[in-house]
């Protein structure tokens, strides 16, 4: 009897143990299923809404478009930086600001007509008012929703950003004072001063030269960088290092104190901070050839506005393999550039060269930048007989490169700005000139 109980009861328990393990088995199980529709779910609202965001982002990178002088839209896409044209038409860009002054106005007065319009319709049924509220309540709602969704994408892309807080260029030079070269440094300091988007500036040792800068509205810094072996004049790369730490802007630029643009400067900038977005993800480098203008013998020219500058170009000559001016965002390593210094020979085949080499945008524009060389009794060839003239040379010999110095030319560059139809500016890409980069 003893053994029969003791069986039974042993029994008992592994039902009971089987009866507990299954109902566990079914908990599991339960919970498992529960958590993976829970997770199933939250993944497909998020897929939902990533697929919006992405399918938003999408859209509006590759369907603005541009409207050039021919009236041809032009598909931009703002995430490719291999761009192979581009157009600026600045008189479309002026007529869009003033058509999309007030945008919030506008959609305002539409979604206000679409109220009205309804409203007129439904006065015939004046028995269902309660129902004509509800529609007119959800027609109100509507027009709140096309409130943002009548903004036009093309009025945000082209609006002028303000330059004032943050300048669209800091254009910088330096000199030292001159009887020789007063005259032309007056008209450097006057000129420089026309455009309300860029800010001039100077780096110089000469206190007097500085504070004539300041009186003017210019910035000044000193000197931080020289190369003892050039006698004098500062290291080009230290100058755009210390020039952006002081000024915070998009673009910085150098070029030498006997240069003068014309009004083609700001637009050109201009055209590179709407039009070109590579700026804003890679090194970019500015260059272009000068007019040389005998300034003795045309001493009575009017130059009181960066336009004046465009005619007496006329008067001068493009000369070739030079270039006067250097102009780069911030994203350009002017601290692992080369360690040349300004007004001594090499200067261009340095830094243009090695820009080239390491593939860095370089954009030739020379047919958009009006740019003339105030020669005086130095000439143009001042800075091969002055001290240390082959000091950038033995900077170059250090480097040990292989780049040729036929290749350091702003005929090298494989972009390059131009006057399309009506005068707007555009960009295309050239072949590598095999007369002037040797190969």
């Not at 829970?38 to 990533?50: F, R, T």
């Not at 007119?136 to 892309?157: F, G, P, Q, V």
């Not at 030739?364 to 001290?387: M, N, P, Y």
Request: aromatic share 10%.
């Amino acid at each position: 009897m003893k053994l029969k109980k003791m069986t039974t009861v042993r029994s008992c328990k592994r039902t009971n143990m089987r009866y507990t393990d299954f109902r566990n088995i079914k908990r599991g199980i339960f919970l498992l299923v529960l958590t993976g529709v829970s997770l199933a779910y939250i993944q497909l609202v998020a897929l939902e809404q990533w697929g919006k965001f992405v399918h938003l982002n999408v859209q509006i990178s590759r369907t603005i478009h541009y409207n050039s002088g021919k009236g041809k839209n032009l598909l931009r896409n703002e995430k490719s930086s291999d761009v192979l044209y581009f157009e600026y038409n600045e008189t479309d860009l002026m007529k869009k600001q003033v058509d999309y002054s007030n945008p919030i106005a506008d959609t305002n007065n539409s979604a206000d007509n679409d109220v009205v319009d309804f409203r007129e319709s439904t006065d015939f049924n004046e028995k269902a008012g309660n129902r004509n509220q509800s529609k007119i309540k959800s027609s109100k709602k509507h027009a709140r929703r096309n409130l943002y969704a009548t903004i036009n994408l093309e009025k945000i892309i082209s609006d002028e950003t303000n330059f004032t807080k943050k300048p669209l260029m800091v254009l910088f030079s330096s000199w030292v004072s001159s009887p020789e070269k007063a005259k032309v440094q007056g008209v450097v300091k006057r000129l420089w001063n026309s455009w309300s988007s860029i800010k001039p500036a100077v780096v110089t040792t000469d206190t007097q030269v500085q504070n004539e800068c300041t009186l003017a509205g210019w910035g000044s810094q000193t000197v931080t960088s020289v190369d003892p072996g050039c006698h004098g004049p500062p290291v080009l790369a230290k100058m755009f290092t210390d020039v952006s730490k002081a000024h915070d802007a998009y673009f910085y630029g150098f070029s030498n104190a006997d240069i003068i643009f014309g009004d083609g400067l700001e637009k050109t900038m201009k055209f590179l901070y709407y039009h070109y977005s590579p700026w804003k993800t890679k090194p970019v480098l500015v260059v272009g050839r000068r007019h040389n203008v005998d300034f003795i013998e045309h001493a009575n020219f009017t130059l009181d506005t960066p336009t004046d500058v465009g005619k007496m170009a006329e008067k001068g000559t493009l000369v070739v393999r030079s270039t006067d001016y250097f102009f780069s965002n911030e994203l350009f390593p002017w601290a692992r550039a080369p360690k040349v210094s300004i007004g001594r020979p090499y200067v261009v085949r340095a830094i243009i060269g090695w820009a080239l080499q390491r593939r860095f945008d370089v954009i030739d524009a020379t047919k958009t930048i009006e740019s003339v060389h105030l020669t005086t009794q130095d000439g143009v060839f001042a800075s091969w007989h002055k001290k240390g003239t082959m000091c950038n040379e033995r900077v170059m010999a250090k480097l040990r490169w292989n780049i040729p110095l036929s290749f350091g030319h702003c005929e090298c560059a494989r972009l390059e700005t131009f006057k399309g139809v009506n005068k707007t500016i555009e960009m295309r890409h050239r072949p590598m000139s095999r007369r002037f980069c040797g190969r």
